[in-house]
């Protein structure tokens, strides 16, 4: 069942209940995320002047937290923040012991407080650290491109070395934003170009579907770690064929397809109603493509 809280719909949990792996990773991202706003906001106090930061705490009190200006203001808290995202002070909390308890991210604290992240001090599964931010390329640079170039450029743990698009316009038109101002990315019009730079390390293949499996299949070949917007590709056996890649390349690389609706509480909110309450599903209608008014292509 589901009980209200604060005119909320949340999942109850007892006291062992198992938080879904994926709310922990979305509740771990959202307070590393939250950690990095903080240090920014710090350091724009400290240097009003400096076009950059002011240029980047305008993206976060309109963009990345503009439902949320008393975090910004400093009167809600980084958990405070969590529990009005996810609706639930509980869940909040087991996700945060769990998260803590990762010692490659985070180190426990001498006066019992919040365990401090490493930051890019953290630590593979091999006990290494990348000591460096990831160079990315955005491959695409409408929309999507402009999205996820905000959330690079507001992270530390990533530099956004290339912006890519067939119109020129449009990729130059991203590499001028305020935020990269202090290390503007290089401008092309073809996605191989990046890929040969040997001090790239990942791309975003933010380009229409079409396209999707020969940009990251490239990508893979050049040895890059992938972020993939989805869909993953048009047609069933070009996904397959990209499958196979992922599984033929180098097992330290990461292919991730982009599905943020698998980390949102909603979703796992419905997750749970259905098995809960309706029962097993016998047939599922997509309607984002009525929505959109078209498909995509």
């Known amino acids: 069942q589901l009980s209200s809280q604060s005119g909320h719909l949340v999942v109850p949990m007892s006291q062992n209940a198992?938080?879904?792996?994926?709310?922990?990773?979305?509740?771990?991202?959202?307070?590393?995320?939250?950690l990095a706003c903080k240090e920014l906001l710090q350091q724009a106090a400290a240097s009003p002047a400096e076009p950059v930061l002011s240029a980047k705490v305008h993206m976060l009190r309109c963009e990345t937290y503009a439902?949320?200006?008393?975090?910004?203001?400093?009167?809600?808290?980084?958990?405070?923040?969590?529990?009005r995202m996810f609706d639930s002070e509980e869940l909040v909390e087991k996700a945060l012991r769990l998260a803590w308890a990762d010692t490659r991210c985070f180190e426990t604290v001498a006066d019992g407080a919040a365990p401090q992240f490493k930051g890019l001090d953290c630590t593979n599964d091999f006990g290494v650290a990348d000591s460096q931010p990831l160079n990315v390329a955005l491959i695409g640079c409408g929309q999507m491109g402009r999205a996820h170039g905000i959330n690079a450029?507001?992270?530390?743990?990533?530099?956004?070395?290339?912006?890519?698009?067939?119109?020129?316009?449009?990729?130059?038109?991203?590499?001028?934003?305020?935020?990269?101002?202090?290390?503007?990315?290089?401008?092309?019009?073809?996605?191989?170009?990046?890929?040969?730079d040997m001090k790239l390390d990942a791309v975003l293949v933010l380009t229409p579907p079409s396209t999707h499996k020969d940009i990251a299949g490239a990508a893979l070949q050049a040895g890059k770690h992938v972020c993939c917007e989805k869909p993953m590709c048009l047609l069933e056996e070009d996904a397959?064929?990209?499958?196979?890649?992922?599984?033929?390349?180098?097992?330290?690389?990461?292919?991730?397809?982009?599905?943020?609706r698998r980390f949102g509480i909603d979703d796992h909110k419905i997750i749970h109603t259905?098995?809960?309450?309706?029962?097993?599903?016998?047939?599922?209608?997509?309607?984002?493509?009525?929505?959109?008014?078209?498909?995509?292509?």
């Open 18 to 34: 198992h938080v879904h792996p994926l709310l922990v990773a979305a509740i771990k991202s959202e307070y590393i995320r939250a």
């Open 67 to 83: 439902a949320f200006p008393e975090f910004i203001s400093g009167s809600l808290s980084i958990q405070q923040l969590l529990v």
């Open 274 to 297: 259905i098995r809960t309450t309706l029962g097993q599903p016998v047939f599922y209608r997509d309607i984002w493509a009525i929505v959109k008014g078209h498909i995509s292509e």
């Open 240 to 260: 397959a064929e990209l499958v196979k890649m992922c599984d033929s390349t180098s097992s330290n690389l990461v292919f991730l397809l982009a599905y943020p």
């Open 153 to 196: 450029a507001l992270d530390p743990s990533y530099r956004v070395t290339w912006a890519v698009d067939i119109n020129k316009v449009s990729a130059e038109k991203l590499a001028a934003m305020p935020v990269f101002a202090d290390a503007p990315p290089h401008v092309s019009t073809d996605y191989r170009e990046a890929l040969a």
